[in-house]
């Protein structure tokens, strides 16, 4: 198995860590927030490492009850606490120089109660990372106004072609869409297959090593088994079942044509209200990305939703495809490279839908999809996402083959034309242009 701890990446939120480091970090502390194993450890000691005299790490998974208690007996004189954590771990610690990092700090909250103090004592800058945060915060922990907070997201298709050493590459794609021409179409079936490859390995940092490292689908495989092993651990520890049972029937709705969430696919006679709370708990534990109807499509997006009609997209693709593939005993490597070659009988738009819902959370967006009546049809139209842009709206198609038809988009454009700022079809062609439309390769969609 690869060990993911010892391959580090290049990653989007560094340039986070570095603005808060240059005009915050006397101010704040940094609480990094995101699913289990998408790399925060890694990218806040990698950040220590090159920005900082020295650095302390404290990892509260593996804290010993010594290291506990010098919390609690000297909370009130952070000077003896650190003097003691510097001799613990045997850490020289320089005033404003060095870097105190609370890892997994959810599992000691005492900790973080302390940041506010520790923050006016003002000596050492914090980083707190933590998984689940959301959900103990509910009931053990606050957010201070000291604590400034930022979410990680697996790593994007541009990070992941980073890592396989094609940023010359990104540069090209990225010059395409500031200057809206198409790459050449030998260029774009090259991009399409390393999307492909990102889409199936995955933006979990330990899938993309077992990818980089061995370029072996079946050690990807591991890879992301052991993760999703990880967080039906935490499931598990959390509910009596009703959870996990809710957590595995993603795949199954996400597959069907009407993707928002529906009790009777959970189990068969069940009513919404009895995984309100267990939704709840997936989106806090940012194992999946919620979407909810936007009943009106207005800027303030926010106020018109209605959460009780929802999608739930699982936080990362590479996880979603090794649940879809779970019981198929057949050989993984070989799946997967019919997959690559488009031979293989699956649900494709179900992936680049799931697809476009982590690109769009990666940029910042909060997912919305939007249901409308018009007068040009009797059946309910769906936008598959839409996002405000300013004063305005912008709806956004998935497809997975041929863009056409788009009858509901055109139809949504037609009634809100006037809300209307641009209009993007994500698909697998080449970049082009419809009337009024941006037709978008799917490994352009993080630049939107």
């Known amino acids: 198995m690869i060990d993911s701890d010892k391959t580090i990446f290049k990653r989007k939120i560094y340039s986070s860590l570095l603005e808060w480091k240059n005009n915050d970090s006397d101010k704040t502390a940094l609480l990094i927030e995101g699913v289990r194993r998408v790399g925060k450890s890694t990218v806040v000691e990698q950040f220590a490492k090159n920005e900082f005299r020295s650095y302390l790490l404290i990892d509260f998974m593996k804290a010993s009850n010594t290291v506990k208690e010098l919390f609690s007996n000297h909370s009130d004189n952070p000077d003896r606490l650190f003097l003691l954590l510097s001799g613990y771990f045997n850490v020289r610690l320089y005033k404003h120089e060095s870097l105190v990092i609370f890892d997994e700090v959810q599992e000691f909250p005492r900790a973080h109660q302390l940041v506010k103090y520790l923050v006016q004592y003002g000596k050492y800058p914090i980083v707190e990372t933590g998984s689940l945060i959301t959900l103990k915060m509910k009931t053990r922990m606050t957010l201070p106004s000291e604590v400034r907070s930022v979410s990680m997201n697996p790593m994007d298709f541009e990070e992941f072609m980073w890592a396989s050493g094609k940023e010359m590459l990104m540069e090209m794609v990225r010059d395409s869409f500031v200057n809206k021409s198409p790459l050449d179409d030998s260029l ?3 991009l399409m297959e390393n999307f492909r490859i990102y889409m199936i390995t995955g933006g979990m940092p330990q899938s993309v090593a077992a990818f980089i490292e061995t370029n072996d689908f079946s050690e990807v495989e ?15 520890r959390e509910d009596d ?3 996990y049972d809710l957590f595995c029937s993603i795949p199954p709705m ?18 919404g209200n009895r995984y309100t709370k267990r939704i709840a708990w997936l989106c806090g534990s940012g194992m999946v990305n919620p979407c909810y109807n936007c009943a009106n499509p207005d800027p303030a997006i926010s106020q018109y939703e209605d959460r009780r009609n929802l999608k739930l997209y699982l936080v990362d693709t590479g996880l979603l495809l090794t649940m879809m593939l779970e019981n ?20 494709q738009g179900m992936l680049f839908e799931n697809m476009a819902a982590q690109i769009l959370v990666s940029t910042g967006r909060r997912l919305d999809f939007c249901l409308f009546k018009t007068e040009e049809s009797n059946r309910l139209q769906e936008i598959d996402f839409i996002y405000a842009d300013g004063r305005n709206v912008v709806p956004v198609e998935v497809k997975s083959r041929h863009i056409k038809p788009h009858k509901s988009l055109d139809r949504f454009v037609r009634k809100y034309g006037a809300l209307v700022k641009e209009v993007y079809i994500i698909c697998t062609l080449n970049l082009g242009y419809e009337p009024g439309i941006t037709v978008l390769p799917i490994y352009m969609a993080g630049f939107i």
């Not at 044509?257 to 069940?270: A, D, E, H, L, R």
């Not at 198929?328 to 649900?347: E, K």
């Open 254 to 271: 996400l597959n069907r044509v009407n993707k928002k969430f529906s009790p009777n696919i959970v189990k068969k006679g069940t009513k």
């Open 241 to 243: 079942g009703i959870l």
């Open 222 to 236: 591991k890879a992301k088994r052991m993760i999703l092993d990880l967080y039906r651990n935490d499931i598990w």
């Open 328 to 347: 198929n005993i057949g050989d993984r490597d070989m799946l997967y490279q019919s997959i690559l070659r488009g031979n293989l009988s699956m649900n």
């Open 188 to 190: 774009h079936s090259v």
